[in-house]
């Protein structure tokens, strides 16, 4: 059964900082690519960033400068370095691994929220 546990949300004021995990289980973590997305009430599912199996990233526009993303394939875990949070990165917060080949195989996280107060 593939499990994918985000963690480290919660409230934080304008301009602090928030590390976001996500433990997965039940996959080949190493071969997967790993995203994190956030969705804000009312708007669509964003992608935040990116990593992919070779370590590769790529970020929104609107967190470049602010965020990392990292993984740790022994742990089998990724991570979300959130700095100087804006309000407008309130949102909740998923984890996605994603595997194209041999088949497509994509999983979520059950989402993490990340208030930032003005």
């Known amino acids: 059964q593939v499990q994918l546990v985000e963690s480290g949300g919660g409230l934080v004021q304008a301009g602090g900082s928030l590390r976001l995990s996500c433990a997965a289980s039940?996959?080949?973590?190493?071969?997967?690519?790993m995203g994190w997305y956030r969705q804000a009430p009312g708007k669509q599912r964003d992608l935040v960033a990116a990593?992919?199996?070779?370590?590769?990233?790529n970020y929104a526009d609107s967190v470049k400068g602010r965020f990392t993303i990292s993984r740790d394939n022994a742990k089998n875990t990724v991570y979300l370095q959130m700095n100087n949070l804006k309000p407008e990165d309130t949102a909740v917060y998923y984890c996605?691994?994603?595997?194209?080949?041999?088949?497509?195989?994509?999983?979520w996280g059950q989402g993490t929220q990340v208030t930032v107060s003005s």
């Open positions: 039940g996959i080949t973590f190493a071969s997967y690519k």
């Open positions: 996605n691994a994603f595997e194209l080949y041999p088949i497509k195989r994509d999983y």
């Open positions: 990593i992919t199996s070779g370590g590769s990233t």
